[in-house]
């Protein structure tokens, strides 16, 4: 399975954008599909995660209120709405995809599939 991330930008605290993650290959499989940034110098972390039909969603603390994932089938696309950013929130954002399709997976070590990322940067 393939997956691109595309929607990453420059914005202003306070703004928003929207990632989308292209589920390709495999297509008649289901994942978990997630969402993880990674800052300079920082550890990969999660972010938000969604079952393959939407029934579960599990998001980070810090993102928890502003961010919502949500994911449509027929386009095998998941897409990340990311409200309110914040210059913390600036990183690489990457997609994956974990065999489990009916749970929402919050570790790395779940994710089988990666997708190269997309750069969020959040000025101040």
């Known amino acids: 399975v393939q997956l691109q991330a595309s929607g990453g930008g420059l914005v202003q605290a306070g703004s928003s954008l929207r990632l989308s993650c292209a589920v390709s290959g495999h297509t008649s499989n289901r994942y978990g599909m997630g969402w993880f940034r990674q800052a300079p110098g920082k550890e990969r972390e999660f972010v938000a995660a969604?079952?393959?039909?939407?029934?579960?969603?599990n998001y980070a603390n810090s993102v928890k209120g502003r961010f919502t994932i949500s994911i449509n089938n027929a386009e095998n696309t998941v897409y990340l709405q990311m409200n309110s950013l914040q210059p913390e929130d600036t990183g690489v954002y990457s997609c994956a995809a974990a065999s489990r399709w009916w749970v929402a997976p919050t570790t790395t070590t779940e994710y089988a599939y990666w997708g190269p990322g997309t750069q969020v940067t959040v000025s101040s």
């Open positions: 969604i079952g393959w039909y939407g029934g579960t969603t």
